[in-house]
């Protein structure tokens, strides 16, 4: 066994053990509900730009990237746009593919600093609800005959809208890739902390769970999971395994 061979696994059993602990996963736990009450993600940026994003789970999608070389990424949600211009970096630094971003509302000063960012050849966007039927079909125009795909769901996070985004999307990701459903720790957090109207029992990982109930072309990667322990995404990404 060479060096390398030997540090892969002991890596992938320290993985395996920390999905097991019980008391590093409480620790954990309580780290997301207090860093969500205080919006500890607001406090980062890639590049200049704002990402709502835990380090955590950006780093976990930099690993499928690099892992994959998607031809295209499609997120639904763009907010300020640091997701879209970390997975267009991180497309850069491989050499291929482009980005794909969705919002119902892309807001002017945002769409000005996405497009005047050295990231912007790699991004392309389109404004309108990711769930509408045309926006569907004009998504389905850029992702023909492309070879690798994976997707983001970050937007509008009810059960109901997840639940029709992962129906819609599903179509796209292409077999060992993966749809990602953002802030599934909603589930996970107090109930009545948001003043959105998604809370407990009407979230992305409620839809989540009932996606899979009626679709067997995707399983939890719970090693992500396992690995990351502080993430907004637990039980979120959704690897294509047919």
């Not at 919006?39 to 789970?57: A, E, H, L, S, V």
């Amino acid at each position: 066994m060479t060096e390398l061979e030997r540090f892969e696994k002991e890596k992938s059993e320290r993985i395996k053990n920390n999905g097991t602990n019980e008391s590093l996963k409480n620790a954990a736990h309580q780290f997301n509900i207090e860093s969500n009450k205080v919006q500890y993600t607001y406090n980062f940026t890639w590049m200049g730009i704002p990402i709502i994003q835990f380090p955590q789970d950006m780093i976990a999608m930099q690993e499928i990237i690099w892992d994959l070389k998607p031809d295209l990424i499609i997120e639904t949600g763009i907010a300020h746009g640091g997701s879209i211009i970390f997975y267009a970096s991180i497309l850069e630094l491989i050499g291929k593919g482009e980005m794909l971003g969705i919002d119902i509302d892309i807001r002017a000063h945002n769409l000005v600093r996405i497009n005047e960012h050295p990231m912007s050849k790699r991004i392309k966007m389109i404004q309108g609800s990711s769930i509408d039927v045309d926006i569907v079909n004009e998504v389905a125009k850029i992702a023909k005959d492309k070879s690798v795909v994976l997707v983001c769901l970050d937007s509008n996070h009810t059960h109901e809208h997840v639940l029709a985004e992962l129906n819609l999307y599903q179509q796209f990701v292409t077999k060992g890739s993966y749809i990602v459903v953002f802030d599934t720790i909603i589930e996970d957090m107090p109930k009545g902390m948001y003043d959105r109207s998604w809370d407990q029992g009407n979230n992305a990982k409620t839809a989540t769970w009932e996606f899979l109930k009626n679709n067997q072309s995707f399983v939890i990667d719970d090693g992500i999971d396992s690995k990351l322990l502080v993430s907004n995404v637990p039980q979120g990404f959704l690897k294509r395994i047919s």
